[in-house]
């Protein structure tokens, strides 16, 4: 199933800009056979109408729902529910905004149809995400990490620099770089809408959380959500409200611990959320160098070919099939850095988050511990002055039972956690180990052939 | 190596040895009896086509197809005294057909500081293996310095440059590298900036020892035999003799530009234009790949970093069998990031090195169709000048001044002496750009194609060894439960 924008400049609303029609056509389709296993490979015919002046383009993708499976790398055993099922199978990008479909199919008879499709935008996302931290009910859950910003800034600084230096470059040479950036664009394009999907599976299939009233707002209400987001005083509550957060950081360490479990979980997280954050960073820049090197094999084979074009000799063969061997090469590299990119870079960062959210979860915990140690000693001095003693006890009751349901609701979410961190780590790591192989054996094979051939000749 | 034994281009490979043109071992280094081109110049018009397939760049059947050196690099042994004996693999060329052989083997080897400070040096232990009879022994080493190498060079140049030979240039001098190693760090950048160094001293002096003409020239013979040199101190930077070089070479940057030769010979122009787009294709290809050395080297030294931070992960982890796989990546990324830096290696000296090589060598070969230009200029210049004086003389011939008349006389004859020998100049530096171009083209041809060969294979090595690595990560990953 594939979706094409097509037309002139119109396309959306920042199609204007200086001048530049910035139009792409994008078609796309997957293949998989049977033995691609869990990578993925898509063929993208771009074609460029009219002056390639700025970006990001109109570009819109439509995914098929086996391919996606396979994107979907980081969590595991999500919408398999089919009484409530959420994907996002189209996607808009419109300068620096993108417009997600986020379509639901349901048996539930909460909704008002069995099924629906409505216009989304990324702060709405990041709306239901903080309706639902500031739910009081939700306080012993690990409420699912927001979805990251959409974030174009690097391809499109790339893609500038890539046109302030087309003078220096062949023909060829400046239509495969920016054939990579575009591929580029197009995988943080894709990446964007698949953690955004995530988001939403994540809480469809959690039991208490699927059935929250705003996140049925959310997939249902086919109005513009806007009026109901933050407005600027609730942004500002809210900003107050992580203040206060990091202040119970520092209200965590001093408070003492009467549950093991707790405390192991404490101290484990704390440390892991430090050393993944740092891991990501790292991967990251591994990607960066895989990325670079598959650009310079770009040069290096448009140089080979303008060689082997004034060559006349014998000469010439050689260097075509050299120039040939790069190009196939830095398409190699490109998928090397790009399967790094998914199956690490991306597993770590969305665990990080991850890991932030279950900590989020630690500190509401502790700020109800602190709430019952401080109702007790209330109720020790109504004690004391014999005045308001049942209402001291009934604070002290409630804040016991709060922090009961926390704790048992946060040892079970928090066993749960781990349980699937490990399964997505092992699918990832599987998945990494197996492309990083079938790579290397293809760039053995383009070797292995080109060398032949030279010493044939 | 040694085209200048066959004939005709259309002669299969098997021919060789029943060919009667072929010289034998010694004449192999005569100049002009086995001229290959002698035909070509006295029986064909100079822009006949039949010229042209004689002159072709093809490569000449003469050479069978040289198979390299099966040896391939392995894990241990990719560090740098690996790829000394890995370069000098590929220099290690032997022709199988019988009769003449170039059996030369030059390795240039244990760098050692002698001295102190400022007036300290390197010496580099330069060692010849041959079986040929040029020599006394068939192996035989001495110490040289890096000064000592420019000496030769500086030589060679002035005594065969000016008549059309292309001389390989010595490798290039630099004062920041050295100082270091005077100064005494014994770190990295050092090391490596002494690796490169020797590496290309030795690759200079193989092509030198390769060009049949400098090959019997006595300040080579002397330079890998006799155990005491004298030093050859105008070779220095910043002494006035290389402040005198430096303005010479700007006073012939402006001449150049302003001799306007009238070529007739199709066959220099083509040649000049070829060495022009050559140079700048080459120089853009080497800027590439020392992109991609840099890049290489980056992705070397982030997964390394990336590696510390997966142990300190897995350190971390607390679910057992998690925790040991996460180990188990951090060790096999950083046994991939020394394949990284061991690969950088070999884009460095086996791609990047062959192409810096040749941009220098073709500003040999520039200078050379250059120095063809003032031998025409001399030529006429001397021929203005004669007919000057024979205007002069025709002047004089209606005055009455016999003392003058003679000597103007004496003057014409002297000069047409002087017109003569700038046309044979002229006429043998043309003679002699064509061999040393035929010869240079077929030689480039092999060279690029021997180390290419050589360069993919590293990069076959590297990539099976990543399948390696990561099978055996594998069922690490599997076993996660």
């Known amino acids: 199933m594939f979706h094409e924008v097509g037309g002139g400049g119109g396309g959306g609303g920042g199609g204007g800009g200086g001048g530049g029609v910035t139009d792409l056509t994008v078609r796309q389709g997957a293949n998989q056979s049977a033995e691609e296993g869990a990578s993925w490979l898509y063929t993208f015919i771009i074609g460029v109408v009219g002056l390639f002046v700025d970006l990001p383009p109109t570009m819109t993708s439509s995914i098929d729902e086996s391919s996606k499976e396979k994107m979907r790398s980081v969590s595991v055993d999500l919408n398999h529910d089919a009484s409530l099922l959420i994907d996002i199978p189209d996607a808009l990008c419109e300068r620096d905004k993108v417009k997600f479909t986020v379509h639901t199919k349901t048996t539930l008879s909460s909704f008002q149809k069995p099924e629906f499709s409505v216009p989304r935008q990324h702060e709405d996302f990041i709306w239901l995400h903080d309706t639902l931290v500031e739910t009081e009910d939700y306080a012993g859950l690990i409420i699912p990490p927001a979805p990251p910003k959409p974030d174009f800034e690097s391809p499109r600084e790339k893609m500038h620099k890539l046109g302030e230096g087309e003078a220096t470059m062949t023909k060829d040479e400046y239509t495969k770089m920016k054939q990579e950036l575009e591929a580029e664009y197009l995988a943080v394009f894709k990446k964007t809408v698949q953690v955004h999907e995530v988001f939403l599976q994540r809480l469809s299939s959690h039991p208490t959380l699927s059935k929250d009233r705003n996140f049925q707002i959310f997939l249902e209400y086919d109005q513009d959500l806007s009026v109901r987001r933050k407005n600027a005083k609730e942004m500002f509550g809210g900003f107050f409200k992580n203040m206060v957060k990091s202040a119970d950081e520092v209200l965590i360490s001093g408070i003492k611990e009467v549950d093991d479990f707790f405390e192991q979980e404490k101290t484990f997280l704390l440390d892991y959320y430090s050393k993944i954050k740092d891991s990501t960073a790292k991967a990251e820049k591994m990607t960066r160098a895989h990325k670079n090197i598959a650009d310079d094999y770009i040069h290096v084979s448009a140089t080979l070919n303008s060689l082997s074009a004034d060559d006349s000799t014998a000469n010439k063969k050689h260097l075509e099939k050299l120039a040939d061997l790069f190009e196939k090469l830095r ?119 080109c060398i032949d051939q030279l010493k044939n000749n | ?414 000069l047409e002496g002087k017109v003569q020998q700038g046309e044979r100049d002229f006429e043998q530096i043309s003679k002699t750009i064509r061999k040393e171009v035929s ?16 360069y993919l294979e590293s990069l076959v090595q590297t990539q099976q060894q990543l399948i390696k690595y990561w099978d055996a990560f594998l069922p690490e990953a599997k076993a996660i439960s």
């Open chain 2, 1 to 414: 190596l040694l085209t200048d034994k066959s004939g005709p281009a259309s002669l299969p490979a098997e021919d060789i040895s029943a060919n009667s043109n072929g010289p034998k071992q010694d004449s192999l280094f005569d100049d002009d009896p086995e001229d290959l081109f002698a035909e070509a110049t006295e029986e064909v018009s100079l822009d006949s086509p039949e010229r042209e397939v004689l002159l072709s760049d093809g490569p000449s059947p003469a050479i069978t197809p040289i198979t390299p050196p099966t040896s391939v690099i392995t894990p241990k042994t990719c560090s740098d005294p690996f790829l000394l004996t890995l370069y000098s693999c590929f220099l290690k060329i032997e022709e199988e057909e019988g009769g003449d052989s170039f059996d030369m083997h030059i390795s240039v080897s244990d760098p050692e500081k002698v001295g102190d400070g400022m007036n300290a040096y390197m010496a580099y232990k330069v060692t010849t293996k041959t079986s040929m009879s040029l020599f006394k022994t068939d192996e035989f080493s001495v110490k040289r310095r890096f000064s000592d190498f420019l000496g030769l060079h500086s030589k060679l140049a002035s005594k065969y440059l000016h008549i059309g030979y292309i001389v390989p240039p010595a490798p290039e001098k630099s004062i920041v590298g050295m100082t270091k190693v005077k100064v005494g760090k014994e770190d990295q950048s050092s090391n490596e900036f002494v690796e490169k160094r020797r590496s290309a001293l030795e690759r200079y002096l193989m092509r030198t020892v390769k060009h049949p003409i400098l090959l019997k020239d006595p300040d080579v013979l002397q330079f890998l035999e006799s155990s005491e040199l004298p030093r050859a101190v105008s070779t220095q930077a910043l002494s006035s003799a290389g402040l005198l070089r430096m303005v010479n070479k700007a006073a012939d940057a402006v001449n150049k530009m302003t001799i306007k030769m009238n070529e007739s010979d199709a066959w220099f122009e083509e040649k000049q234009q070829h060495f022009e787009n050559l140079d700048v294709q080459l120089r853009k290809l080497h800027a590439s790949v020392e992109s991609l050395v840099c890049h290489r080297k980056e992705l070397s030294v982030n997964t390394a970093q990336f590696a510390k931070s997966a142990a300190m992960l897995g350190n971390s982890e607390d679910h057992t069998a998690l925790s040991r796989a996460l180990s188990q990546l951090a060790e096999v990324e950083e046994k991939i990031d020394q394949l990284h830096q061991d690969q950088a290696n070999a884009d460095f000296y086996l791609f990047s090195e062959l192409l810096g090589d040749y941009v220098r060598l073709i500003t040999a070969v520039k200078g050379v169709f250059d120095h063809r230009m003032k031998t025409w200029q001399k030529w006429q210049d001397s021929q203005l000048l004669l007919q000057k004086k024979r205007e002069a003389e025709a002047k004089l011939q209606f005055t009455n001044k016999p003392d003058k008349l003679q000597q103007a006389k004496d003057e014409i004859k002297e």
């Open chain 1, 331 to 449: 398409k190699v590299e490109g998928r090397v850095a790009s399967d790094q990119e998914l199956k690490l870079t991306e597993l770590l960062r969305y665990y990080m988050r991850d890991i932030q959210a279950a900590k989020d979860l630690l500190y509401r915990r502790a700020r109800a511990l602190a709430d019952y140690e401080n109702s007790n000693k209330a109720l020790d001095k109504a004690r004391l002055k014999s005045k308001d003693i049942p209402q001291a006890e009934e604070h002290q009751q409630h804040c016991l039972q709060k922090f009961d349901k926390l704790s048992e609701s946060g040892k079970k979410e928090l066993t749960s956690f781990k349980g699937r961190r490990v399964v997505a780590f092992r699918k990832n790591l599987i998945e990494m180990a197996e492309l990083e192989i079938k790579h290397a054996k293809n760039n053995v094979t383009l070797l292995q052939g």
């Open chain 2, 439 to 454: 010869r240079f083209e077929k030689e480039r041809v092999k060279d690029f194609k021997m180390i290419i060969i050589k």
